[in-house]
Protein backbone atom coordinates (compact mmCIF):
# COMPACT_ATOMS: atom_id res chain seq x y z
CA UNK A 1 0.00 0.00 0.00
CA UNK A 2 1.23 3.46 -0.63
CA UNK A 3 1.13 6.51 1.95
CA UNK A 4 2.66 9.71 1.11
CA UNK A 5 3.00 11.55 4.60
CA UNK A 6 4.34 15.73 4.61
CA UNK A 7 5.28 17.37 7.41
CA UNK A 8 6.62 20.22 7.74
CA UNK A 9 4.12 22.66 7.90
CA UNK A 10 3.50 25.76 10.46
CA UNK A 11 3.34 29.44 11.52
CA UNK A 12 6.02 31.43 10.07
CA UNK A 13 6.50 35.42 9.38
CA UNK A 14 6.65 36.92 5.92
CA UNK A 15 10.22 36.70 5.04
CA UNK A 16 10.99 33.32 6.68
CA UNK A 17 11.59 29.86 6.01
CA UNK A 18 10.02 26.38 6.29
CA UNK A 19 10.72 23.15 5.26
CA UNK A 20 8.56 20.68 4.29
CA UNK A 21 9.07 16.60 3.73
CA UNK A 22 7.28 13.95 2.38
CA UNK A 23 7.75 10.61 3.73
CA UNK A 24 6.88 8.00 0.86
CA UNK A 25 6.15 4.07 1.09
CA UNK A 26 5.10 1.34 -0.81
CA UNK A 27 6.68 2.88 -4.08
CA UNK A 28 10.71 3.21 -4.83
CA UNK A 29 11.16 7.17 -4.95
CA UNK A 30 13.74 6.96 -7.91
CA UNK A 31 11.10 5.78 -10.42
CA UNK A 32 8.42 8.02 -9.64
CA UNK A 33 7.59 12.13 -10.37
CA UNK A 34 7.02 13.86 -7.52
CA UNK A 35 5.32 17.27 -6.79
CA UNK A 36 4.22 19.45 -4.52
CA UNK A 37 0.76 20.94 -4.79
CA UNK A 38 -0.99 23.80 -2.48
CA UNK A 39 -4.46 24.86 -2.19
CA UNK A 40 -5.73 28.23 -0.67
CA UNK A 41 -8.60 28.52 0.83
CA UNK A 42 -11.42 29.27 -1.56
CA UNK A 43 -8.88 28.75 -4.42
CA UNK A 44 -7.72 25.45 -6.34
CA UNK A 45 -5.11 23.39 -6.32
CA UNK A 46 -2.31 24.46 -8.19
CA UNK A 47 1.10 22.71 -8.97
CA UNK A 48 4.51 24.69 -7.23
CA UNK A 49 7.21 22.31 -7.74
CA UNK A 50 7.76 18.99 -9.65
CA UNK A 51 10.53 16.60 -9.35
CA UNK A 52 10.61 14.20 -12.08
CA UNK A 53 13.02 10.79 -11.34
CA UNK A 54 15.22 11.38 -14.29
CA UNK A 55 16.45 15.10 -12.09
CA UNK A 56 15.03 17.73 -13.96
CA UNK A 57 12.66 20.29 -11.98
CA UNK A 58 10.02 22.83 -12.65
CA UNK A 59 8.27 25.82 -10.27
CA UNK A 60 5.01 27.64 -10.56
CA UNK A 61 6.36 31.19 -11.81
CA UNK A 62 5.63 32.59 -7.97
CA UNK A 63 7.70 29.95 -6.21
CA UNK A 64 10.80 30.55 -8.70
CA UNK A 65 13.33 31.64 -6.80
CA UNK A 66 12.43 31.52 -3.29
CA UNK A 67 11.31 27.70 -3.13
CA UNK A 68 13.33 24.61 -3.78
CA UNK A 69 12.17 21.09 -4.45
CA UNK A 70 14.91 17.96 -3.65
CA UNK A 71 14.79 13.96 -2.99
CA UNK A 72 16.60 11.45 -1.65
CA UNK A 73 15.80 8.53 -3.43
CA UNK A 74 17.48 6.48 -0.26
CA UNK A 75 15.68 7.76 2.21
CA UNK A 76 12.48 8.02 -0.31
CA UNK A 77 11.58 11.76 1.05
CA UNK A 78 11.00 14.57 -1.08
CA UNK A 79 11.72 18.06 -0.05
CA UNK A 80 10.57 21.54 -0.41
CA UNK A 81 12.57 23.73 0.69
CA UNK A 82 10.50 27.63 0.92
CA UNK A 83 12.22 30.87 1.29
CA UNK A 84 11.28 34.45 1.77
CA UNK A 85 8.17 33.60 2.54
CA UNK A 86 4.98 35.48 1.59
CA UNK A 87 1.31 35.76 3.28
CA UNK A 88 0.14 34.61 -0.35
CA UNK A 89 2.10 31.45 0.12
CA UNK A 90 -0.48 30.52 2.95
CA UNK A 91 -2.16 27.50 1.98
CA UNK A 92 -2.45 23.23 2.88
CA UNK A 93 0.26 21.71 1.36
CA UNK A 94 -0.03 18.19 -0.97
CA UNK A 95 2.72 15.96 -2.21
CA UNK A 96 1.75 14.37 -5.12
CA UNK A 97 3.75 11.01 -6.96
CA UNK A 98 2.83 9.41 -10.00
CA UNK A 99 4.27 6.49 -9.77
CA UNK A 100 3.70 3.96 -12.52
CA UNK A 101 0.54 6.22 -13.85
CA UNK A 102 -0.74 5.87 -10.88
CA UNK A 103 -1.64 8.96 -8.89
CA UNK A 104 -1.17 9.05 -5.02
CA UNK A 105 -1.30 11.86 -2.76
CA UNK A 106 -0.42 12.43 0.97
CA UNK A 107 -3.25 14.61 3.26
CA UNK A 108 -1.59 17.75 3.10
CA UNK A 109 0.12 19.75 5.65
CA UNK A 110 -0.60 23.39 6.42
CA UNK A 111 1.63 26.16 6.21
CA UNK A 112 0.71 29.75 7.36
CA UNK A 113 2.43 32.60 6.99
CA UNK A 114 1.28 35.82 8.73
CA UNK A 115 2.36 39.15 7.25
Known amino acids: QVHLVESGGGLVQAGGSLRLSCAAS????????MAWYRQAPGKQRELVAA???????NYADSVKGRFTVSRDNAKNTVYLQMNSLKPEDTAVYYC?????????WGKGTLVTVSS
Open 96 to 104: NGNYYGVNY
Open 51 to 57: STSGGST
Open 26 to 33: GIALSFAN
